[in-house]
């Protein structure tokens, strides 16, 4: 599919779940919400590069599908 979001970036879930994480500590002014944020993103990195793994390994048409869709999860960043 590479319509829509998954036009644009190739794990649109974990986009908004990134934003809603950078988007706590701000909204609850809490500190624990920030470091749960800090610990987040690595997590998240971590999976989204075996999440890919796995795909190209076992999801014909994904690597194509990667060239064609540039950005993981943020446009124009990563």
């Known amino acids: 599919m590479d319509t829509g979001l998954y036009g644009v970036v190739r794990h649109p879930m974990y986009m908004s779940t990134l934003m809603l994480f950078l988007s706590m500590p701000l909204v609850l002014g809490s500190i624990l919400s920030f470091i749960i944020m800090l610990a987040y993103i690595p997590i998240l990195a971590l ?20 060239k064609k869709v540039h950005w993981r999860v943020i446009p124009f960043v990563w």
């Open 47 to 66: 999976r989204i590069r075996n999440e890919e793994r796995v795909l190209t390994q076992q999801l014909a048409g994904y690597p194509e599908y990667r």
